[in-house]
């Protein structure tokens, strides 16, 4: 974890020369466990995690906003998979933790992390209203539709999307919460093996309200690095506009 603290405040570094007002980290971010006892025996409260204070303190001093995926530890014994929206005073403005659990195959995420409890709001931030979800949320439009209806402006999928489901699926599913949204989707995405277990999909993707992909990386960098974009709120606006979305609510219920 003290390694990926150091890497983070490299990026942190690089994201200010590029003139980012904010930089989007993955899922997962403090570490990737081989298994769910090494993942419990690592966690640790927001408020006395090296990891967090450390991107907190590196925040405040670079005057950035980050979004980050970190595991914490709950009194029950399990972790929440949780998404924080550090502001650009190093202060922790909302966080989010992770719905739905990835159960696939032999990675089952249930073993060791308690589902979130709720949908959170929007947080208004530096860049826009940003609605916060975790990389297996992205397969469930319910979610990103409720952001929608608070006027998300911005919604983040941080990932750590497995290479088969991220070959089959990934583009897909961002587009097309980015359409149905009418916001830009931002998936911060982890990339390349993390141990004999795990290896990361990458193909970290910015997609525009319209649907067009702004930023792939391309899943093979030899090591950390960041994309940059531009955020249009007015396009954002411009989008809608033109092709209004007026649900029947009157027939099928408001999600």
């Known amino acids: 974890m003290a390694h990926n603290l150091a890497l983070c405040q490299v990026l942190v570094k690089k994201a200010v020369a590029a003139g980012a007002k904010a930089l989007f980290l993955p899922e997962a971010t403090d570490y990737i466990a081989l298994n769910a006892q090494e993942s419990k025996s690592l966690a640790l409260p927001m408020e006395t995690s090296p990891f967090v204070l450390g991107l907190r303190k590196a925040a405040k001093e670079s005057a950035l906003a980050i979004n980050v995926g970190i595991h ?83 919604i983040t999928y941080p990932s750590a999307f497995t290479v088969k489901t991220g070959q089959a699926h990934w583009e897909t599913l961002l587009k097309s919460r980015a359409i149905e949204t009418q916001a830009y989707v931002v998936a911060a995405a982890q990339v390349g093996a993390h141990n004999e277990k795990r290896t990361s999909y990458g193909h970290s993707m910015v997609v525009d309200p319209w649907g067009k992909v702004l930023l792939d990386m391309t899943g093979e960098e030899s090591e950390a690095g960041i994309g940059v974009v531009d955020i249009d709120l007015d396009y954002r606006e411009k989008i809608k506009s033109e092709m209004p979305l007026l649900r029947r609510i009157d027939v099928y219920p408001e999600i």
């Open 72 to 154: 914490v530890s709950m009194s029950n014994g399990k972790l929440a998979n949780r998404s924080c929206w550090i502001n650009e005073k190093g202060d922790i403005e909302s966080y989010y933790d992770k719905l739905h659990m990835f159960d696939y195959g032999a990675l089952r995420e249930s073993n060791s992390v308690e589902g979130g409890k709720t949908i959170v709001p929007p947080v208004n931030t530096v860049i826009g209203r940003v609605g916060l979800m975790i990389c297996f949320d992205l397969r469930f439009p319910e979610v990103s539709l409720a952001l929608k209806r608070q006027d998300a402006q911005i």
